[in-house]
């Protein structure tokens, strides 16, 4: 996979950070915050979370990674927009607070009429069908993530798995792109509808 495509990851806390650090070894990533002092911590090659590998990661190895906070200019032109937005749990309402990524996910999908959205945030089960219906589009995926908080670079460089819930061309496009920067081989990886993603990513051991 030698031609480098552009990726916009929305959001920039450890699940966005990591990703962003491990596509731009290979690929021209763009974070979308929506915090000026995270979005030039990034630019001056500085972590906005505290994790050992994406400190190491910034001050040693070539990446193409850049951040804004203008929209427009994050959306234009990418093959894959990650979104890895906050989606807090309510133990009271027994609910997740989903409004960040839906806000997202309709930017996105009005900025672009190519790209694909791929959703990282922890959802409810059937949550990314709801936004498919919604929409009226298939561009809207879910790929849960497996990542500890100051270890989240580590576990993207050695995923025990990558679960992608789609089971097309495009999403095995976007599963090659996270084997692409790892260092792990033989990544054990699942396509499945994003119902089922989601339900594995709740109910999974490892958060």
């Known amino acids: 996979m030698a031609e480098r495509i552009k990726i916009t990851v929305v959001g920039s806390g450890y699940v966005g950070m990591s990703l962003s650090v491990l596509l731009a070894q290979h690929n021209d990533v763009t974070v979308l915050d929506i915090d000026a002092e995270r979005v030039g911590r990034i630019n001056n090659k500085q972590s906005t979370v505290a994790d050992t ?3 190491l990661f910034l ?7 850049s951040a804004t906070l203008d929209k427009q200019a994050a959306y234009e032109g990418a093959s894959f927009i990650v979104v890895a937005t906050p989606t807090n749990y309510d133990p009271d309402t027994n609910k997740f607070d989903t409004s960040s990524v839906d806000s997202v996910v309709e930017a996105a999908l009005k900025a ?9 945030s922890t959802l409810p089960v059937g949550h990314t069908e709801f936004l498919q219906k919604q929409y009226g589009t298939k561009r809207v995926i879910f790929s849960p993530e497996f990542l ?30 996270l084997k692409q920067g790892a260092i792990k081989q033989d990544i054990s990886t699942l396509f499945t509808d994003s119902t089922e993603a989601e339900a594995i990513k709740l109910f999974a051991n490892t958060y």
Do not use: M, W
């Open 53 to 55: 590998e994406i400190e």
């Open 59 to 65: 001050a040693e190895k070539s990446l193409s990674l």
């Open 112 to 120: 672009s009429q190519d790209c694909f959205v791929i959703i990282k």
């Open 148 to 177: 500890r908080e100051g270890k989240a670079l580590y576990d993207n460089l050695h995923p025990s798995r990558i679960i992608v819930g789609e089971r097309s061309q495009r999403a095995e496009t976007f599963a090659n792109l």
